[in-house]
């Protein structure tokens, strides 16, 4: 390691007595038609040896521009590019420091002032899209898309794979258009790569009838489309990889795609045993199961985009295969569709030890469980887009699921008093297999009128889902104290829950000031109905099977849930204001039918306002602000309305309360966000809260002796959650090759939460803060070093005396490096250090964790061996501590612990415009 350092010392000198000069140049921008001003031009260099990029900027109100930076070369190429005008080139000199262009005349048309240009500006900026040219950001020459997307202004990618634009999330990804594997942003940025990308754009999430009726999308979410260059768009690329390593850890996984123009087929196929979906393919810097946009539950699955895989706690197995192809028939169809088919294994072992607090005493709660779970699920979606005309527009789009599992589990339960008297305990042993089929269909109409942005829609939205299960039960509940009880329970549950809904909506768009003002008017109705049935038959010793039907346990309904709301709106659209205000009123019906408790049946309507109001203005291209508005009221779930006592766990017995209210939640959000293109700076702020009235709580009496505890519902009111947020990152260029980039971001959230504790309600208030500082340093072609560190603070206090004050702390630090020396090989490490010391006694308070790779690429950089090992130091943990309004929990499960392990993958790339193999064409998907 010494050496090591020595070897980098040493290079950092050299380079830091290069000849690099620095340069200021700045200027103004005119239209030649209507002299005026012009504001969003891009201006940028390049260097004249390989027109790589040096640095850009975006031209002001007042259409002045100053470009800074530093560059070794004599003279740099100087362009100006906008939208409607020719782009403007010159060769400039850097012969000194401050070099003024004073006024440039931009020129419509085709005429040009120098030279014909073919050149394509880094950014050009819209008034709805920001597009980047894929050629001026560099990367290393194997990159994904995801690599390219972290050099990107304003592109944040966290370690899980999630991204942001300017702190608003992107959800979705198309490539040229149309979804590529579904909506599952993480498989196109690993498996896709930068060489045959040619643009990103990047706009308002919006669905097609919204892109194809002009109207503003979801300001609040992001979507990113790539193009892919029009002569790589025919050809086959794709990678196959296996890796074996210790405690009989293995993966493989394949990919192959086959791009026709508008066609487009690909096929991919993984598994593994390392908590890992098994087509992310182990890539080098989120190989380790904790990457790519995963979902953790408390039942042991995890998720990606939306499809599960198996455990996030405890060990994995996992298994997968895909098929998604898009193309166009005709002229006028659009059509994509996907396939999906999982598998996985799941076990795990949690402890865990909970005190409970009383308004007059506490008790104590240990548990210990043991699951094994086998899942198999199958899911295909299809899009139909169908234009008839440039008026008309009708979208289909179908889908399909099916799903079985099989879950066996065990536990044992002790709960103490305050003395650390046994007061009771149970052990609990199931067997659980389920299926589950769906079926759902979205369709939309959309018709144009005219040039004034008038347009009328049609949607309908149908859904049909089937689940069964068969349980088999035993479990032991003892109770002691001066009336000791045991209750043994023997049983099987047959089960089926189908569920049938559709919803319409019908759009009017009225417009009053051609394509900028205009009136909304719509209606939706909708009716979902559900028939849940769950028979229970205790054991027969006399027949030896389950004949005795048990009522008290067996529930048998009909709930049915409709709505009708009637909408007015009006928006406002300008070049840099946009806005909306919307108002429905709400009628609702919640009906229940009980089958074999007819007293209990149900039947409430609630009448309400909805409303919503967004507003968005646009200083520049560099910043703006937003702000929202909603009204939303949600009904008591059903079980909540039930008045019959559940006692299918006699240690927690439930009775719904048919009198609740709906609740009714006003929530506000407003933030800025802006990006300095030239001084790679950028800032973004946001502040949230929300306010509830007739919130539903639970309301639990624990029996003093039994530790029995009785829970029903209530509305309360004084219920509020505001936070405030903001990220503040710093990009400074030490020279051509080296930056360094500062990371600094801040939250703060407050709530309030109004609960009683045995029929006395109280009040607790959460304060947490979590700071957070990163330093990335890149030095191209050579290193990468990027530590960070996060706090996490928080405060519980109660108005009551009964319940202390709680307080939290944590601290999180890491270190991620690369290193590209020497040529062909590439180690990366991930240096992780967690420190909970709140945790009770007996779990692990700190733990380091450290992932590391090497690799080494061969056959023409064509095949790739990699040397990985996961957990390094054998101290992976997922200890953790919970605070809630009446209890505090510490637990710990199963983790995937230290393993070496050894791969190897082969990449292949044909594409072209005749579908030959290029020069260096072949790349790694990492």
Request: glycine share 6%.
């Amino acid at each position: 390691m010494k050496k090591l350092c020595l070897v980098f010392a040493l290079l950092i000198t050299v380079y830091s007595f290069s000849q690099e000069k620095s340069f200021e140049i700045t200027g103004k921008l005119m239209a030649e038609d209507t002299e005026s001003p012009v504001e969003s031009a891009t201006i940028y260099l390049e260097r004249v040896k390989d027109s790589s990029v040096v640095t850009y900027t975006i031209s002001d109100k007042e259409g002045k521009f100053k470009l800074e930076g530093t560059a070794y070369a004599d003279s740099l190429n100087f362009y100006v590019s906008y939208v409607g005008y020719s782009t403007y080139y010159k060769k400039v000199l850097i012969d000194k420091e401050k070099i003024n262009l004073k006024t440039i005349t931009m020129q419509v048309d085709n005429r040009l002032d120098e030279v014909l240009v073919k050149s394509t500006a880094p950014i050009t900026v819209k008034q709805d899209t920001l597009e980047f040219n894929v050629k001026s950001f560099k990367t290393k020459k194997d990159a994904n898309v995801e690599d390219l997307l972290k050099q990107l202004p304003g592109v944040e990618v966290d370690e899980q794979g999630n991204i942001t634009v300017n702190g608003k999330p992107v959800n979705k990804i198309l490539v040229n258009g149309k979804p590529f594997f579904g909506n599952d942003p993480t498989i196109t940025t690993k498996n896709l790569t930068k060489d045959i990308i040619e643009k990103i754009q990047i706009v308002d999430t919006k669905t097609k009838s919204e892109a194809f009726s002009g109207e503003a999308g979801d300001q609040e979410n992001k979507t990113i489309n790539l193009t892919i260059k029009e002569e790589n768009n025919k050809g086959v690329f794709g990678r196959v990889s296996a890796g074996a390593g210790t405690d009989e850890r293995y993966e493989y996984a394949g990919m192959l795609n086959f791009f026709d123009n508008d066609r487009r087929i690909s096929i991919l196929a993984g598994g593994n045993n390392i908590n890992s979906p098994g087509f992310s393919f182990g890539e080098i810097s989120k190989m380790f199961g904790t990457g790519g946009g995963i979902s953790f539950n408390s039942n042991g699955t995890f998720a990606v985009g939306g499809r599960s895989f198996g455990g996030g706690q405890g060990i994995t197995t996992s298994r997968s295969t895909g098929l998604n192809y898009a193309d166009v028939i005709g002229e006028t169809i659009d059509i994509s569709t996907d396939y999906f088919n999982s598998s996985s294994n799941s076990e795990n072992e949690t402890s865990s030890e909970r005190e409970t607090i009383l308004a007059d005493s506490r008790f104590f709660t240990n548990s210990n469980s043991r699951s094994i779970s086998d899942t198999d699920s199958h899911s295909a979606n299809l899009e139909f887009e169908i234009e008839t005309d440039s008026t008309f527009q009708l979208n289909i789009e179908p889908s399909f699921s099916y799903s079985k599992s099989k879950t066996f589990y065990d536990s044992n339960d002790e709960t103490l008093d305050e003395d650390m008297v046994l007061t009771n305990q149970s052990s609990v042993n199931s067997e659980v297999e389920r299926y589950a089929r769906e079926f759902s269909t979205d369709l939309s109409a959309t018709k144009r009128f005219g040039s004034k942005g008038a347009f009328v829609r049609a949607e309908l939205s149908t859904n049909v889902s089937k689940q069964e299960s068969d349980d088999f039960l035993n479990s032991v509940a003892e109770i002691f104290g001066t009336e000791p009880e045991t209750i043994v329970r023997d049983q099987f549950t047959d089960g089926f829950n189908d569920s049938y809904g559709f919803s319409t909506e019908l759009t009017y768009r009225l417009p009053i000031i051609e394509k900028k003002f205009f009136l909304n008017f719509e209606y939706r109705y909708s009716r979902d109905k559900d028939r849940n049935r769950e028979s229970t038959f205790d054991f027969d010793d006399n027949t030896q099977g389950f004949t005795n039907f048990n009522t008290e346990l067996s529930t048998d309904f009909e709930y049915t849930d409709s709505r009708s709301v009637p909408n007015f709106g009006a928006t406002f659209r300008g070049e840099k204001l946009y806005t909306r205000f919307d108002i429905g009123y709400n009628i609702r019906t919640l009906e229940n039918n009980d089958l074999l408790r007819p007293q209990f049946n149900v039947e409430r309507q609630f009448k309400n306002i909805e409303a919503s109001y967004r507003v968005n203005y646009r200083f520049s291209p560099k910043s703006s602000i937003y702000g929202s508005y909603w009204l939303r009221n949600n009904p008591p779930a059903l079980r909540q309305l039930q008045a019959f006592t559940d006692v299918s766990n006699p240690l927690s017995v439930i009775i719904g309360n048919p009198n609740l209210e709906p609740s009714n939640r006003h929530s506000f959000y407003a933030g800025y966000n802006g990006f300095d293109w030239q001084k790679r700076t950028g800032f973004y702020a946001n502040i949230n809260a929300s306010f509830t009235d007739n919130q539903v709580v639970s309301k639990s009496v624990v029996d003093p002796e039994t530790l029995v505890r009785t829970t029903t519902y209530e509305n309360v009111d004084g219920n509020y959650n505001y936070g405030i947020s903001g990220n503040y990152s710093k990009e400074i260029r030490i020279d051509t090759l080296k930056k360094v980039k500062f990371n600094l971001r801040a939250r703060f959230n407050r709530s309030r939460n109004i609960n009683f504790n045995n029929d006395v309600q109280y009040a607790s208030t959460v304060n947490t803060i979590s700071p957070r500082l990163g330093v990335d340093f890149y030095w191209e072609k050579v290193m990468e070093i990027r530590p960070f560190y996060e706090l996490n603070i928080s405060n519980n206090a109660y108005d009551i005396d009964a319940f202390e004050d709680i307080n939290f702390i944590s601290h999180n630090a890491g270190l991620r490096t690369a290193t590209f020396l020497p040529k062909k090989f590439e180690w990366r490490n991930d240096i992780n250090f967690n420190y909970n010391p709140n945790v009770a006694e007996g779990f692990q308070k700190s733990a380091w964790f450290w992932n590391s790779t090497l690799t080494y690429s061969l056959l023409k950089d064509k095949g790739l061996i990699t040397l990985k090992v996961y957990d390094l130091l054998n101290q992976n943990t997922n200890a953790r501590r919970i605070a809630t309004q009446d209890y505090i929990q510490d637990s710990q499960s199963t983790v995937l612990r230290q393993y070496f392990m050894l791969g190897f993958s082969y990449k292949f790339n044909s594409l072209g415009s005749k579908g030959e193999v290029g020069k260096d064409s072949f790349f790694f998907l990492d």
